[in-house]
């Protein structure tokens, strides 16, 4: 493994972190617009809702491209020590939450990917074919393996999405209540 380096010293994440970090989000944002819009506002087997698939599934392995590269910075670039004026009982969920928002990410690609090899398609990325990684199953004993992987999917969505909330509500208390301005920590 890469020896971290030391943390900057202007306080900050590494300008390569900041900048996935951000993309990140806006692909995450976009993910969850789309997605809703597919399930519940969008004709189901309309073009519309083909194209919106299309770009779910794009941005969805952008998104697993993105957080390996985010994780190869996190392993490469110490993030900045938290101030010292946050107390333990807000750096722990911090932790917490910061490390569910690596993990669940990456599950819901794995559901995403499932849910359509397991259909008998192909993950394509702009076109280009990805790798089969589930095999496709029919449903003989009653189990339908690509109708749980798109729940699944659809519940680890909407918990990152609380996630979110849950971290940009703690950035909004250390930035106004406890007046720690960490945002400027992960501003570009």
């Given at each position: 493994?890469?020896?971290?380096?030391?943390?900057?010293?202007?306080?900050?994440?590494?300008?390569?972190?900041?900048?996935?970090?951000?993309?990140?989000?806006?692909?995450?944002?976009?993910?969850?617009?789309?997605?809703?819009?597919?399930?519940?506002l969008?004709?189901?087997e309309?073009?519309?809702?083909?194209?919106?698939?299309?770009?779910h599934?794009?941005?969805?392995?952008?998104?697993?491209?993105?957080?390996?590269?985010?994780?190869?910075?996190?392993?490469?670039?110490?993030?900045?020590?938290?101030?010292?004026?946050?107390?333990?009982?807000?750096?722990?969920?911090?932790?917490?939450?910061?490390?569910?928002?690596?993990?669940?990410?990456?599950l819901?690609?794995t559901?995403?990917?499932?849910?359509?090899?397991?259909?008998?398609?192909?993950?394509t990325?702009?076109?280009?074919?990805?790798?089969?990684?589930?095999?496709?199953?029919?449903?003989?004993?009653?189990?339908?393996?690509?109708?749980?992987s798109?729940t699944?999917?659809?519940?680890?969505?909407?918990?990152?999405?609380?996630?979110?909330?849950?971290?940009?509500?703690?950035?909004?208390?250390?930035?106004w209540?406890?007046?720690?301005?960490?945002l400027?920590?992960?501003?570009?």
């Amino acid at each position: 493994m890469a020896k971290k380096s030391t943390p900057s010293t202007d306080g900050k994440y590494h300008i390569s972190a900041r900048i996935i970090h951000w993309t990140m989000a806006a692909c995450f944002a976009f993910m969850w617009i789309c997605g809703f819009s597919m399930a519940n506002l969008v004709q189901d087997e309309s073009s519309l809702q083909k194209v919106l698939l299309n770009l779910h599934i794009w941005i969805g392995v952008t998104l697993l491209f993105l957080l390996v590269a985010r994780v190869v910075i996190w392993l490469t670039h110490r993030p900045p020590p938290l101030p010292d004026a946050i107390s333990k009982f807000d750096a722990v969920p911090a932790y917490w939450i910061h490390a569910l928002l690596y993990i669940l990410p990456a599950l819901a690609v794995t559901l995403g990917w499932a849910n359509i090899n397991l259909g008998g398609d192909h993950v394509t990325w702009f076109g280009l074919s990805m790798p089969k990684v589930f095999p496709t199953v029919e449903s003989w004993t009653g189990f339908n393996g690509e109708e749980l992987s798109q729940t699944l999917h659809m519940w680890v969505a909407y918990t990152i999405l609380l996630l979110v909330v849950t971290h940009l509500l703690g950035v909004a208390k250390h930035r106004w209540i406890d007046k720690h301005d960490i945002l400027r920590r992960m501003t570009l």
